[in-house]
């Protein structure tokens, strides 16, 4: 036996790779009289939804963690993928090249010698733009998947529209003396939340306050300043009685007296003259 008969017992070459799976089986070889038609690729092809998802796909059939992608041979792959297009697919193969152009750009960056980082800073991953992009991309595409499982109307089940010729009435529901009393209840808790307060004002006249004042001070007789003024009067019935002292001192009806500082004030009227005054204003 040969030499080179002993070496391939001893080390036997690998298997060959499947090309592909005919029910489970795999298939080393294509067959010689196998079709393939040329719009195979385009219906390949049109099953991505665009870059993105190619490159999810080329992830995904490699098993490798989308946080850890092996640029060299996703960018190889991805490459073979749009030489492919670029051959058959002209309008579909643009901004495919733009993500091959960033996948490029990507692999050069890992390749040339990093920067030193600032003190405390980390040095960015120059795929974590492409990392963020693809893991959002994920998410949609599974909740698009998501929705799409869910019933959906002329594709999972078909409406049914029936016509009566009769029209049916709606029976109102019984009402129970309780829930009357409730809705009362309701109604006049609601009237106290919302209940305005009007507050009115007295009309309160300076004349008139000076004529009942004349008519408590009889002529000769003095009365002290403070007992001219209610004793539960309010504010402003006692603004309008001490106005009307001062009105009745200006006119000379009422003569306002002290009789040292400090000493209690005394009010008294001056004769017949306040006394008709009196009586007129009534």
Do not use: C
């Amino acid at each position: 036996m040969s030499t080179e008969a002993l070496l391939d017992l001893e080390h036997p070459s690998p298997a060959p790779k499947p090309v592909a799976r005919v029910y489970g089986e795999p298939l080393a070889s294509l067959p010689l009289d196998l079709y393939i038609p040329p719009e195979a690729l385009e219906v390949f092809l049109e099953t991505f939804e665009g870059p993105l998802d190619l490159l999810l796909y080329l992830i995904r059939r490699q098993n490798v963690n989308v946080l850890d992608i092996p640029m060299a041979e996703l960018t190889r792959q991805y490459l073979g993928y749009v030489e492919m297009m670029r051959r058959t697919q002209l309008e579909l193969a643009a901004e495919y090249l733009l993500m091959a152009a960033v996948l490029i750009e990507i692999k050069s960056r890992l390749l040339l010698p990093r920067p030193p980082a600032p003190h405390g800073e980390e040095v960015e991953d120059p795929r974590a733009e492409l990392v963020r992009r693809l893991l959002e991309y994920e998410r949609m595409k599974a909740a698009a998947q998501a929705i799409d499982a869910l019933p959906m109307a002329e594709r999972d089940f078909a409406l049914v529209r029936v016509w009566f010729d009769r029209v049916s009435t709606a029976r109102l529901a019984h009402v129970e003396p309780a829930d009357l009393r409730a809705a009362w209840a309701a109604l006049v808790q609601r009237a106290r939340v919302n209940r305005h307060h009007l507050v009115t004002r007295e009309q309160l006249s300076v004349r008139a306050e000076m004529s009942r004042l004349l008519k408590a001070l009889p002529p000769g007789r003095y009365a002290e300043f403070t007992t001219l003024f209610a004793e539960h009067a309010d504010v402003p019935h006692l603004v309008v009685t001490f106005l009307a002292v001062l009105e009745l001192a200006r006119e000379q009806l009422v003569d306002v007296t002290q009789a040292e500082p400090y000493a209690p004030i005394h009010v008294h009227a001056k004769g017949e003259t306040a006394f008709a005054l009196a009586a007129e204003n009534e």
